[in-house]
């Protein structure tokens, strides 16, 4: 095996004492998670193999707390925006792979605005610009295109304000133009730290370069993209070693760089076309996928956790309450796919989505749950990225800063894009949480706009 941050043998050699670590080990690690104290590899690889109803009830009372104690009721929200699915690689489990013969396409930048303008009629704020790998089909300047066409499109009130990136590990220079053009978080999943299997489920391309794919971030943080995003896809490997292997990359970026995953996605994967769903035998199932989330969010406290419409409703109920802090909503993984959807017509997603909602119903329902939607993408816009994001987060501030901000783009969402009930509802979520905004002056223009969006009064309005 090649060398570099993650041992194998030891991630290995961890997972087989945890079996071994007994019950009181397992208390010891959930005292000291519901004290917020770090946990090592050794106490996380404890609470990863333990199955005692007990403890794992306690586990997800101690992430539920900590998720709310850090984060609120907040969920911020987004949408993937797929560009191009040309793709040199071979990856087992994706419809996009080079084998896969379907018609494939890119978007011209007219396209692109098609595609923005229906996610801007939605609402959405932030978006997740995804790609295949294909140098000559998508090249770096393709991808730098398609941020600047989003980026200087207004489409009646909407407006893309953060564009995160989720495209192929690529060079130093690469990610400095993804700095140059503004984007938010780098986004790109390991799909698993266990080497041999990575090995067989990337048969072909430039992915296959385990090493080459495990030091992006550094090559990123390199260049000075301060927000990175890890992951993995859940169902390649075993998911204790996947959470494990996520924890130590984490590690390796902080000590080297001062700055560890500013998200964590948790995929799992999903039918495809051009892929069996039954060759991969290591799926997760919900149990188990509800105990990881726990586990990531009581062992990265500070780290925002991603879930997308690969889970059903029913599901992703459960998992905000385990720790997940954004979610998309709305979603269509496939390329041109949103235009698409208002014609009716079909195309071929990358995968086979378990939420096919529409936004506005997504959003409403998280209200109904107790949840705060935010559309807020004030830390990018105001340089609060990195390990300046991760102080405010540490020092207890994300509250007064995120809280206020949260109402009040949920109150321009709810004035742009709700219907009567819709804003009855957000106005009513948003004044049960005025007297917890700290800054006087905050809570009187807070209420101000309530009394605002109940009324019906136009957009201009706004304080
Ligand atoms: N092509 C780039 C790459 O592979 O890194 C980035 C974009 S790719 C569109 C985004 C992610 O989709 C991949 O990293 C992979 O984890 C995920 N994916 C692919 N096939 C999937 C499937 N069948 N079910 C769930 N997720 C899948
Ligand atoms: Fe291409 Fe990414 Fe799909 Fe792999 S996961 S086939 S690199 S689009």
Do not use: W
Not at 28 to 38: G, I, N, P, V
Not at 332 to 360: C, H, M, W
Not at 368 to 384: E, I, K, Q, V
């Amino acid at each position: 095996m090649s060398a570099h941050f993650i041992d194998h043998e030891y991630i290995e050699n961890l997972l087989e004492d945890a079996k071994h670590s007994g019950d009181s080990a397992v208390i010891r690690s959930l005292d000291k998670a519901e004290r917020m104290e770090t946990l090592t590899h050794r106490e996380i690889a404890t609470l990863l193999v333990n199955d005692n109803p007990d403890h794992l009830e306690r586990m997800f009372r101690i992430a539920g707390e900590i998720k709310r104690r850090i984060y609120g009721n907040r969920i911020v929200i987004f949408a993937p925006l797929y560009v191009s699915n040309f793709c040199v690689n071979r990856c087992a489990y994706c419809s996009f792979n080079h084998r896969h013969d379907f018609g494939r396409r890119k978007l011209t930048m007219d396209e692109v605005r098609e595609e923005v303008k229906v996610l801007e009629r939605m609402g959405h704020k932030r978006l997740a610009l995804e790609a295949g790998e294909h140098d000559g089909e998508c090249p770096i300047d393709y991808i730098l295109d398609c941020i600047k066409t989003i980026y200087s499109m207004k489409f009646e009130n909407g407006e893309i304000r953060r564009i995160n990136v989720n495209i192929a590990a690529t060079t130093t220079e690469n990610y400095r133009r993804l700095k140059q053009a503004g984007i938010g978080t780098y986004i790109l999943f390991q799909e698993t730290y266990d080497e041999p299997v990575y090995n067989r489920v990337h048969i072909a391309g430039p992915k296959k370069d385990f090493v080459y794919h495990l030091t992006a971030f550094d090559r990123a943080l390199e260049a000075g993209l301060d927000d990175v995003g890890g992951g993995v896809l859940f169902g390649l490997a075993d998911p204790y070693f996947d959470v494990l292997g996520l924890m130590i990359h984490n590690e390796h970026l902080e000590r080297k760089y001062n700055t560890g995953f500013h998200t964590i996605s948790v995929p799992r994967i999903c039918p495809a076309a051009g892929m069996n769903i039954a060759d991969f035998p290591n799926l997760v199932d919900d149990a188990i996928f509800a105990k990881i989330v726990a586990i990531i969010r009581i062992a990265v406290p500070f780290t925002g956790m991603i879930l997308s419409t690969r889970e059903n409703h029913v599901m992703r109920k459960q998992l905000l309450e385990l720790g997940i802090s954004q979610i998309s909503a709305g979603s269509s993984t496939g390329v041109g796919g949103y235009a698409q959807r208002e014609k009716n017509e079909t195309i071929t997603p990358q995968f086979l989505a378990n939420d096919d909602r529409i936004a506005l119903s997504v959003i409403a329902e998280l209200m109904d749950d107790g949840y705060l939607p935010s559309f807020c993408t004030a830390c990018y816009r105001s340089g609060r990225t990195g390990d300046r994001f991760m102080s405010l987060a540490k020092t207890g501030q994300i509250g007064n800063v995120c809280l206020p901000n949260a109402l009040m783009t949920l109150c321009e969402y709810a004035m742009d894009y709700g219907d009567d009930a819709f804003r009855k509802k957000a106005a009513a979520v948003i004044t049960n949480e005025i007297p917890t905004i700290a800054n006087e002056h905050i809570r009187r223009r807070t209420a101000e706009n309530v009394e605002k969006i109940s009324s019906g009064a136009g957009r201009d309005f706004f304080v």
